[in-house]
């Protein structure tokens, strides 16, 4: 049975094996606002932490990028906010709220997060990806998921925090 969230209360299933903590983290690649690719997951030396939101033109998602930009800054993580907006509009929107201290992505191209599971499947939103948080480690497994139950719901930005300090040790 495929994994839902919910829209506004009415569940939509999504896309893609579930991905859970203890997992190899897939390879994905997504395009940075300058359009170079960038690949997400996988073991990278250093934590990741790749958040997946529906669109930066939403106030829950233009939040949330605000508060991981905020809240991240300092970590020595690779924070990668990836949507299916296009390049050009997440470079305007970077521009627009001084985003600089995360990488802003998009999964236009390949539609490579169906790896992780987020991809919506049906209704309104299909196409575009689930809000949620993963955390992996530097050897590339997940060792924190956050699916989001309620698409139009912010993550619990205290929960990453936390994790992923506890898991730097600081």
Do not use: H, W
Not at 37 to 62: H, R
Not at 103 to 113: C, L, N, P
Not at 140 to 164: A, W
């Amino acid at each position: 049975m495929a994994t839902t969230v919910n829209l506004k209360g009415n569940p939509v299933a999504l896309v893609g094996p579930e991905i859970n903590v203890g997992d190899k983290a897939p390879e994905a690649i997504v395009v940075a606002s300058d359009l170079s690719e960038k690949t997400v997951g996988g073991a990278k030396g250093k934590y990741q932490v790749i958040i997946t939101v529906p669109s930066l033109d939403t106030p829950v998602c233009e939040k949330e990028t605000k508060e991981f930009n905020e809240k991240l800054a300092g970590l020595d993580v690779d924070v990668t906010v990836v949507s299916m907006d296009l390049p050009f509009a997440e470079k305007r929107f970077c521009e627009s709220y001084n985003i600089g201290n995360i990488t802003v992505a998009s999964d236009f191209r390949y539609r490579d997060m169906e790896k992780y599971g987020v991809l919506i499947a049906e209704g309104a939103l299909k196409g575009i990806l689930a809000r949620a948080v993963f955390i992996v480690d530097p050897e590339g497994k997940v060792c924190y998921k956050q699916l989001v139950p309620e698409i139009t719901e912010e993550p619990n930005y205290d929960e990453v925090i936390n994790t992923l300090k506890s898991a730097l040790g600081a």
